[in-house]
């Protein structure tokens, strides 16, 4: 099970150092090679961290693994870890990713519910978390299913419920949580009939590898305003995070 996180791990470059570590309260961010990377924050702090030592001036794969403690608050430095060095810009154009010029491109170009509205008519699709307007992009044109480990809202579906939902959804959206969480494997290998499985959301890791487990669309972000997006996420400004970058689909 932890495969997916130990190639990711693996595959950050030995020299690359953890520059700046802040956890927030909405995001974390790590700081390394003049970028930073973002994560959002799980509130679950109950087992005892995997490191009490200072890791800032540590190797970023050192920080990294912390993607895999049971302490969510410390998980969500982990991803945000790995995510300063695959969402970096040099490091996820390199990869494939399209990235535009500009401080600011329109969303709906890379929004996955926008984008998928033809493909999942009168199809089932199974959403691992909420996200804005799907009740008003999806729910209208398919059979749609959310399944939640968070406050639940009207017909939503327990997180044990994915063993039965997701092996019979056509089109499977995963929210970038499950990284942190560590529910991402089991999710990958319950969608593999799915016809199209897409991870969604501002913490999901633009890897290539995460292809060969079944993901077909990463829907992710990249942080270009970096002065800003610290602001934010320390405090010092108010506004959304989404304003810092661009949102990304980087397709199989």
């Known amino acids: ?22 956890r927030g309260s909405s995001y974390a961010y790590v700081r390394s090679a003049g970028g930073i990377g973002i994560a959002e ?12 030592k200072n890791m800032e001036g540590a190797p970023l794969r050192e920080v990294a693994a912390c993607v895999k403690s049971w302490n969510f608050y410390e998980a969500s430095v982990g991803l945000a870890a790995i995510n300063a060095y ?28 926008i984008m998928s509205q033809n493909e999942v008519r009168d199809q089932k699709v199974t959403i691992i978390g909420h996200f804005p307007h799907i009740m008003t992009l999806l729910a209208p ?3 749609m299913k959310i399944i939640t480990g968070e406050i639940p809202q009207d017909d939503d579906y327990p997180v044990t419920s994915a063993d ?28 593999k009939k799915a016809k199209k499985v897409t991870l969604v959301g ?17 829907s992710g972000f990249v942080v270009k305003d970096i002065a800003r997006a610290i602001r934010l996420i320390k405090g010092a400004e108010n506004g959304k995070m989404f304003s810092t970058g661009q949102k990304v689909a980087f397709k199989r």
């Not at 995963?174 to 990958?188: D, N």
């Open 1 to 22: 099970m932890w495969e997916i996180y130990d190639r990711l791990i693996a595959g950050i470059p030995e020299d690359w150092q953890a520059e700046e570590i802040v």
């Open 41 to 52: 924050i799980k509130s679950y702090e109950y087992r005892m961290p995997m490191f009490t």
């Open 86 to 113: 695959y969402n970096s810009i040099e490091v996820a154009k390199k990869a494939g990713v399209k990235i535009g010029d500009s401080m600011h491109v329109e969303d709906r170009i890379y929004d996955p519910f």
């Open 141 to 143: 044109i398919c059979e």
């Open 164 to 191: 039965y939902l997701l092996p019979e959804s056509d089109f499977v959206f995963i929210g970038s949580t499950s990284f942190v969480e560590k529910t991402l494997p089991r999710y990958l290998a319950l969608s």
């Open 202 to 218: 501002p913490s999901t890791t633009l890897a290539p590898l995460l292809f060969e487990y079944g993901a077909a669309d990463l």
